[in-house]
């Protein structure tokens, strides 16, 4: 099959294109990076096509997304902030309008959407499942995520789509860039005396590694056969910020470094207290992860060193 990854220079995008690769399929990415800036792609540079697009720019995206069997959507503005929400939405939620427009009116059958546990805001039942309600995003992320959802919704019913999507935990592994491990590995290098925790680190979220996530997009591809279809994707299991911060400590040989707190409780404004995702409908359908949070967490700090 021949899948379009847009965003495939990015952490997971990269993951999925080398998987796909591997099982035989063809592989095309657009993203808005030049080739040569794609670290992640530089070992399979050469079995990819690729090109660097301006998702907002409708009439150039509709002549480029033409004759794909699968369309991986992972490119999405990670880390919107309140300065500058119009950019956030062309970024977000234009850029999947745009995509989906492009989509339809080349006859292109099939999606593939990773949303995440920011659509859920601050939820008041845990583990959280898909059913949960009323979905009250507290970023303009998770609001972009959400949206995005409802518009695949829409397009799934009116113009015959087959549409994925997954709401995704933390996703940890190789070649992170940014993140709470990465972030504690940087600080952690460059000063000895302590560590800076953003928060007061006993929040709480729910961890996936990176092969676990591909392997859970791929089974529910292969099996599904709704025409919509939506799944928390991660372990299902939970660790505080505070542990990880022992276990990044303990694999770097300064466990005696000690934590020092930001003033506020959240680790930055948008960020939630807690995340625990129901996993039993993925679970139903067949797939289990292998790691829990605390593997997942300990394998990417190894990674990463
Ligand atoms: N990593 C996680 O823990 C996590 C959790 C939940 C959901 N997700 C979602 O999974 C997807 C992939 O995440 P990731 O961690 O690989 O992110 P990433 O930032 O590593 O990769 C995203 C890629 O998209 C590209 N991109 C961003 N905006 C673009 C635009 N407007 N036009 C074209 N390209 C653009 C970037 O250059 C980057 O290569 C995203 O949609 C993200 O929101 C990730």
């Known amino acids: 099959m021949h899948f379009l990854i847009t965003g495939g220079s990015g952490f997971i995008g990269s993951a999925f294109a080398k998987r796909l690769l591997s099982l035989g399929h063809h592989v095309t990415i657009f993203d808005d990076k030049p080739l040569e800036q794609s670290f992640r792609l530089e070992p399979i540079k050469n079995q990819i096509s ?5 998702f907002t720019k409708l009439s150039a995206l509709k002549s480029e ?6 369309v991986a959507h992972f490119y999405f503005r990670a880390n919107t902030s309140v300065k500058d929400p119009n950019d956030d939405f062309e970024k977000s939620m234009l850029s999947t309008f745009n995509l989906l427009e492009s989509i339809r009116a080349n006859k292109i059958k099939k999606i593939v959407f990773l949303s995440g546990a920011a659509v859920y805001g601050n939820p008041s039942v845990f583990p959280t ?14 609001a972009f995520k959400i949206s995005s959802e409802a518009l695949l919704s829409a397009y799934s019913a009116l113009f015959d789509i087959d549409v994925l999507v997954f709401r995704l935990g933390n996703v940890v592994g190789p070649h992170m860039t940014r993140g709470i491990i990465f972030d504690l590995i940087k600080k952690l290098k460059n000063n ?17 590694y990176l092969d676990d996530c591909i392997d859970g997009i791929l089974h529910v591809l292969n099996n599904s056969k709704e025409k919509f279809s939506l ?23 300064l466990a005696h470094i000690t934590n020092r707190y930001s003033n506020s409780e959240l680790g930055w404004v948008g960020d939630v207290q807690k995340v625990h995702f129901d996993i039993s409908k993925i679970r139903q359908f067949g797939w289990s992860p292998k790691f829990d949070s605390k593997q997942a967490i300990v394998s990417a700090t190894k990674d990463l060193l």
């Open 65 to 70: 997304v033409v004759g794909f069997d699968v």
């Open 129 to 142: 499942s898909e059913t949960y309600g009323p979905l009250t995003p507290v970023s303009l992320y998770g």
């Open 50 to 54: 690729y090109k660097q697009i301006d």
């Open 231 to 253: 799944f928390n994707l991660s372990s299902g299991t939970t660790i505080s910020v505070n542990d990880i911060a022992k276990i990044v400590k303990q694999e770097m040989n």
């Open 192 to 208: 000895f005396d302590f560590v800076e925790i953003l928060g007061n680190g006993e929040q709480i979220k729910d961890f996936i």
